[in-house]
């Protein structure tokens, strides 16, 4: 039988001494971090879940971004067309009443008013979230509207969509462009030189006018609310598989905190248990060197 040594009683003490170490150290970072795995090659097939549900997550995250900058954008058009509705109802009912009446006064005062629709109607196409006119196109760090110094509406925007990635391979249109409002400024414009003419069945001839750029308004209208349907469809998945990407991802990452801590406390007591025992069978010089 081979004869046990001092240096040999030595070399496992160290051993075993490290090998707790190593294992408090492990409890203690995981404690720390709430992490089950510290380095890659500590559990290879966990670490290639982990990072695979990680960019799936990252991705997530960013199309909820996208979605939540379209939506903005549609909430605020729907908005604004709303708005826009009302101001061409309120011509509608302005335009009738000239029809019927002839007092030079009572068309004059229908005529101002027609003009302050068209100052609102400009106040309203003029709409912006943040630093974005919503009715600019591509264009959308300016007001894309303007009047010229004979009061004609001057567009300066473009016809571009604008479009933000909601899924994989696919975008989502969020604006309207500004050149379809240009006929309800038309209308409003034909409706106010009527009222100025005095001539009833010129007025008369606008309310058509009018009530078509009322259809483009609802047509507007329903095209925006499809598209903000779509958007609250994908924010409502992308919600719920947000949280099961989430909860697959700490299964593989996080670790169980009861669990752990007591790891821990029952390896620490157990080290300092092996320094006692350390002490009475080695060297003390080498125990107090530990310690």
Sequence with gaps: ?????????????????????????????????????????????????????????????????????????????????????????????????????????????????????????????????????????????????????????????????????????ATATVNIDGTQLLPIFKALDNLELALKSGNQETISNTIADIKSAIDTVNDLQSIVGSRQNMMQYLANYYSNALTNYNSILSSYQDIDFPTVATDYATRRTAYQAALKVGAQILPQSLVNYLQ
């Design 1 to 169: 039988m081979a004869r046990v040594t001092m240096n040999m009683m030595i070399n496992q003490f160290n051993f075993d001494l490290n090998n707790q170490l190593t294992s408090i150290a492990k409890d203690s970072y995981e404690l720390s971090s709430g992490n089950a795995i510290q380095l890659p090659q500590d559990n290879p097939v966990s670490n290639n879940y982990i990072m695979n549900f990680k960019e799936k997550i990252n991705k997530i995250n960013d199309y909820q971004n996208n979605i939540t900058a379209g939506q903005s954008i549609l909430n605020s058009t729907d908005s604004a067309l709303n708005s826009i509705s009302t101001i061409l109802n309120n011509a509608n009912t302005i335009a009738l009443q000239g029809a019927n009446v002839t007092n030079s006064d009572s068309l004059t005062s229908l005529q101002k008013s027609v003009e302050a629709l068209k100052q609102s109607l400009l106040s309203v196409a003029n709409t912006s979230v943040g630093n974005t006119y919503i009715f600019a196109g591509s264009k959308s760090s300016n007001p894309p509207f303007s009047l010229d110094s004979n009061g004609n509406v001057v567009y300066s925007g473009d016809a571009a969509s604008i479009q933000y990635s909601v899924e994989p391979g």
